[in-house]
């Protein structure tokens, strides 16, 4: 077919890196040809097309991911056993034992910081069974009370890897903008990462009602910098009663980072609770757990 | 290349940054992220799906999170990551099965959640119509360029396209690009409802 215009005369036309004298003459043929204006407009949906092929892309990819699992484990890729929890999770719990003795490290920079901003991954559908040791203390705080120095090197080596630290200024950058409450809590993030926990705690005592989840999971943390254990974990211990939270098991864990640094007071209900995440093989804390019970000589 | 990522902040501005290997990266972290995808299983597993339904489910989440990205429709400060994609993952499985799965307390109370998501159930059909549509645009192409296309798409460089697929050099895959985006040019330029339907997206 004898054309006046080709492919790349349109794409030319589109990109504007046509002549001015030559995109006068283009736009007058348009005029008189449907046919060009189709393959402009064909042209045109490139970007919509573009998208469409990027997402099938993206789908592939993971099919391919898939296969490369399937193969590391020596199935066929019709095989969906990762995505069995209760398969995979106990080897998963071995290996990071092995990899606990093997390298000396509790937890990989990796997952802790990732989990640590990005953890609420929760099941608000599915309410959590019934939790064990739902009494603490009443003295403010507990202060370990080790008998010997390697003692007290021992718990503060538990403390210090049971605790993760949360990014809440990541978390709630721009929820300032929406509400009042949201900025509240933005104001007391923004206090606790610089380090002013009197300040953070003095603005949580007022949380407006749609940000209080979040407010109150920042408190626990505000308190437990303050060397308030005691206090952080019955805030944390909150969540418990709450039958949707994206906190939910954060805060479970949040317990436990406040428990440990009670030790050896603490020692029973922190067992128990460890436990109560180690034997349940889909919570999403369960190797944490498990390799603290290691660590304890449980 | 290292494929740790630190935070949520570190996989948006891995996947903002269009470079196809940090792309890669950052979903397969996300897809092979052992919380993710307990919780997927675990949630669809609650409403009657199997590990093939959680795992499409997750494949399906991962693309649409990367879409929302690129689209500035996610905003990580209403949601992190994680809570993001396994939202959209049981919602993907909850859409598909609404009509098989009988409607106890526990579909009410995941149907109250859905009323406020952050994806709308419509978004499944359209991407399923999507995907013919993209089948019968590509079906004029070929498979090779159907391949190439994707790759493109992605935002490979020529010299990467000619090395995963073999061609003599980038020029040989820039013309190879060009031939395949004339054949699909040619094509949609004679079927005025599929281009309507394109140009509709």
């Known amino acids: 077919m004898n054309r006046q215009y080709d492919f790349e005369d349109i794409e030319d036309y589109l990109s504007g890196n046509m002549a001015e004298s030559d995109k006068t003459a283009f736009e007058a043929a348009l005029e008189e040809d449907p046919e060009l204006v189709a393959r402009l407009e064909a042209l045109r949906a490139e970007a919509q097309l573009s998208k469409l092929l990027r997402r099938q892309h993206i789908l592939d990819k993971l099919k391919e991911w898939d296969e490369e699992e399937d193969r590391q484990r020596g199935g066929s890729s019709a095989d969906s056993s990762r995505f069995k929890y209760r398969n995979w999770l106990p080897y998963a719990v071995a290996a990071s034992l092995m990899a606990l003795v093997a390298a000396g490290i509790f937890f990989s920079p990796r997952d802790e910081n990732f989990v640590a901003v990005s953890a609420p991954v929760t099941s608000p559908g599915i309410p959590m069974p019934s939790l064990p040791a739902d009494t603490i203390p009443s003295k403010e705080t507990v202060k370990p009370e080790p008998t010997d120095n390697n003692l007290r090197d021992k718990y503060e080596d538990l403390s210090r890897i049971a605790f993760r630290e949360d990014n809440f200024e990541l978390r709630l950058m721009g929820a300032g903008d929406k509400n009042m409450s949201a900025g509240i809590c933005k104001k007391a993030a923004e206090l606790y990462g610089s380090g002013d926990y009197r300040g953070a705690l003095a603005l949580l005592k007022n949380p407006d009602s749609d940000s209080l989840t979040e407010c109150m999971y920042l408190r626990g943390y505000v308190l437990y910098k303050m060397g308030k254990y005691n206090q952080a974990e019955a805030v944390f211990r909150k969540f418990r009663k709450m039958e949707f939270s994206d906190r939910k098991f954060d805060a479970l864990w949040g317990e436990v980072f406040c428990m440990t640094r009670q030790l050896p007071a603490s020692r029973p209900r922190l067992i128990e609770l460890l436990r109560f995440m180690a034997d349940d093989q889909e919570h999403p804390y369960n190797v944490r757990a498990t390799q603290l019970l290691t660590m304890m000589g449980e | ?201």
């Open chain 2, 1 to 201: 290349m290292d494929n740790s990522f630190t935070n949520d902040e570190h996989i948006l501005r891995s996947i903002r940054g269009k470079s196809p290997q940090l792309v890669n990266a950052a979903l397969k972290y996300l897809y092979q992220h052992h919380t993710i995808r307990s919780v997927v299983s675990k949630q669809i597993s609650g409403l009657g799906g199997s590990p093939d339904d959680s795992r499409e489910s997750l494949h399906q989440a991962i693309a649409v999170f990367y879409t929302h990205v690129m689209e500035g429709k996610y905003n990580p400060a209403l949601s992190a990551i994680s809570t993001y994609v396994v939202k959209i993952a049981v919602q993907i499985y909850y859409t598909r099965r609404r009509s098989e799965i009988r409607r106890d307390k526990t579909i009410d109370r995941i149907s109250e959640e859905m009323s406020s998501s952050i994806f709308d159930p419509s978004e499944l059909t359209e991407m399923e119509d999507q995907k013919t549509l993209l089948d019968t645009v590509l079906s004029a192409a070929g498979d090779r360029c159907k391949r190439l296309l994707k790759l493109r798409s992605a935002d490979y460089s020529m010299s990467e396209i000619a090395e995963i697929m073999g061609y003599r050099s980038q020029d040989v895959a820039k013309n190879a690009a060009l031939d395949c985006r004339k054949k699909i040019n040619e094509f949609l330029a004679g079927k005025p409802a599929l281009l309507a339907a394109l140009k509709s997206l």
